[in-house]
């Protein structure tokens, strides 16, 4: 949902920008350098939108948030356990957590009590591994069945309330014939009275009661609406109970006829016999509107669970929509039972990702609204309702649903109401709103980068030092800071600054700054290689606020750089490689990619790379595609095995590279063994087979980039082992063919060999060759003195501020040092824009050492809420709850 919501101002002064296109075709004109990097051109290429205002929950406190949840579910009803788990998974989504909001939709799947929620969270989940069907087909080769979320019977999951038969007339019906005969049209259907009578109160009046139906042996129903095969039906159910196998019209038939005559034991069996024919995408459409009208909640849900596992699809076909936005609160009941916020929540999620700005996406976020009833549930709701009428300019409405979501406590939706006064012309109004934020709630990032927009001169770069300061995982400042400085013609610092936040967030909106630049500076290679990085993580991406593809730049840019041959493409990756240069080396790669080289291999080691730049969806393709360019069987086969093993199918993966070595040998297959091995056992005499399967990858052909890992590996085991001198031999011989990385297991050897200074000096070896170095910095202040351990934490933060072990060291060192507050401060610092177990549990120990038990206690609930089972935490949970007041 990149820059979703940009108000006008945002836009509108970026119009007459000049095309890439024409900018290079200017170029070719060779017009001097200086006139090039000029001031005017320089503003045609920089621009820098103003961060987007996401439709997401953003709690001040989202600690706070989560210890609530985590203290609601200890004490809460079953039945509110799932409703809660959604909460818990739009806060984890507001920061962005994937892997965390995905467990607690699982979570929410799990704890569901009805078949209404388990369909929603069932479907949502499945919606969110879409694409993930290669996953299913390689679990399925290998005997193992993944339909979690597959169909349910829906019939056997709604409990029916029992029925009883009608009692027998109290009336004298002796003289009358036991046998009744209804007439419809020209057929008489003879049925048992007493049977017929027993189907509903309304059958026993007519029949035995004080009504001339009573006392007549024909009955006229012609103008009932049932046929005469229906009205059979209906008599041979009056004697046995149940339905034959009928068409759905005349189930259809039945149904309406059980509804008119009050027939509750004939409507359930109707209902479940066509809730069993409900198999195809136009049996759930055509047979919905009837299952909420007639009020049939097994047919409803059985029609809901087909369109809800059609997503998105289904939201393409008209019918479907007006299922679900023209349905009463009623209706919606039938439909979904007390499950409508979480249905429309997916469905508006489902409508945002096709298209945020369309009247389906309006629309189901105004069911969202009415389906809201916690004050939590409106924050969402009214937020995310605002936001999409913002990016539909619909100002007066926006402000509306930013307002409710502010007074509902929302304090995240000040921003769109900010957008929205600078849109009217009060820019004083707009800054005077977030200065009012900033006054009376906890220090944010994203409060004073929302302030720099509205601000001049020294307080607008204030407002960003300070974003930064308080949030450095805010891209939107550096990009600013850095555009201001490209534009002062100072060039170095500007790349410095935007090269800071890219050395610890791939961000493609900071390429794509970069990119310009080295358009600026007239550097093709490098803005050549920007732009492969960024085709490599999103091959459909679009540049200049998506006027441009960014394939079209880079077949533009191409023209002005020397093509290298294969071999020298081989070289530049070791050179890239070894330099420990990710963001070079993909780029490297997918130059490799145009040429006629083996692509299954080439993807092989993209995925390798985006896996390390924490790209994992983009690794997965790039997985997918080395599989599909397999040049061997025993080549694809060992694809496979990485694709199970990094989704969590250890075992599965080993069968698989098994089954490569048994048509090959080959380097590949015995490292995936051995790596899968390793990583899953926890016996301690598999290393002997790690050992084994290393060496024997090694005897296999391969290129020095894989046999440096291996050799790696290997020393990492040797190590585990106590066998340091073998370790330091493979470290030794990795490094002999450039793979930098040995440096830290060489270091760690030294130290294990109380050779504090030879690690230190190996560790310095590494932070000198390597490009990206906050993890070498932070290994090598563990073979410090304590003062030079500091500088180089405080080194690892400016490099790296997502690194958790740096603020946890220099907060016990703190508390070491009888500092509380300030050792609970430099946590705290980290927290805000960081959600970490670690040091969530750090800080509710320091807060239990203070005797602030109510802290400590939050503290230890919003850290289970990321890890439920983490055994140290609920160990500090139960001790600090017991000491609660």
Known sequence: MRNLFLSDSCQEGQLHALTPQTWLQVERAKLSKSSLYSTSSIESLIKVAE?????????????????????????????????????????????????????SLHSAWQNATTIHEKLVYGSWLRYKKQGEEVISDLLSSCEKCSQEFGFVDVASQIPVKTVDMVSECSYDISQVSSTVHFRIGDEMIACERQKIAALSPPFNTMLNGSFTESHLEVI???????????????????GTGQLDDLSVEILLEILIFSNTFCCARLKVACDKKLASLVSSHQDAVDLMECAVEENTPILAASCLQVLLHELPHCLNDE?????????????????????????????????????????????FLEKLVESAVSTRQKQVAFHQLGCVRLLRKEYSEAEHDFNAAFAAGHVYSVAGLARLAFIKGDQILSYEKLTSVISSHQPLGWIYQERSLYSEGDRKWEDLDKATELDPTLTYPYLCRAACLMRKQDAQLALAEINHVLGFKLSLECLELRFCFYLALEDYKAALCDVQAILTLAPE???????????????????HVEQWTLADCWLQLYDRWSSVDDIGSLSVIYQMLESDAAKGVLYF????????????????????????????????LVYEGWILYDTGHCEEGLRKAEESISIQRSFEAFFLKAYALADSSLDPSCSATVVSLLEDALKCPSDRLRKGQALNNLGSVYVDCGKLDMAADCYINALKIQHTRAHQG????????????????????LIEKARNNASAYEKRSEYCEREHTKDDLLMVTQLDPLRVYPYRY??????????????????????????????????????????????????CRAALSLDPN?????????????QEP
Request: net charge neutral; with cysteine.
């Open 870 to 882: 983490h055994q140290e935490m609920l160990e500090l949970h139960k001790r600090v709850n017991s």
């Open 541 to 559: 991406y679009r540049m200049f606020e998506g006027r441009v593809t960014a394939s079209q730049l880079w077949t533009l840019v191409r023209e």
């Open 51 to 103: 961060p987007p205002i996401l439709a997401l929950f953003k709690p001040v406190d989202y600690v706070q948030v989560l210890a609530q949840i985590h203290e609601e579910l200890e004490s809460c009803t079953p039945q509110e356990r799932s409703s809660l788990h959604l909460l818990q998974f739009q806060v984890f989504r507001g920061l962005e957590e994937v892997k965390l909001l995905e467990r």
């Open 605 to 636: 080691r993209q995925s390798l790379l985006l896996l390390r730049l924490n790209c994992p969806e983009a690794a997965m393709r790039s997985l997918q595609l080395a599989c599909q360019h397999a040049a061997t069987e025993h080549e694809r």
């Open 746 to 765: 060489l270091a760690r050897v030294h130290f294990l060999k109380n050779d504090r200074k030879a690690a230190y000096e190996e560790m310095t070896k």
């Open 319 to 363: 019918q479907v929509v007006k299922i679900f936005l023209n349905a009463s609160k009623q209706q919606r009941t039938t439909m979904v039972g007390h499950a409508s916020f979480s249905l429309y929540c997916f469905l508006s999620e489902v409508a945002m990702n096709i298209d945020p700005s369309s009247d389906v996406t309006a629309c």
């Open 810 to 859: 220099r907060a016990a060192v703190l508390m070491d040092n009888h500092k509380e507050k300030e050792a609970i401060a430099e946590l705290t610092r980290a927290i805000t824009f960081k959600a970490d177990l670690h040091l969530l549990h750090l800080r509710a120990a320091f807060h239990e050492h203070t005797g602030d038990i109510s802290s400590a206690l939050r503290d």
């Open 220 to 238: 006229d129903l012609s103008e009932n609406g049932i046929s005469p095969v229906g009205m059979r039906a209906v008599s041979k159910f009056s």
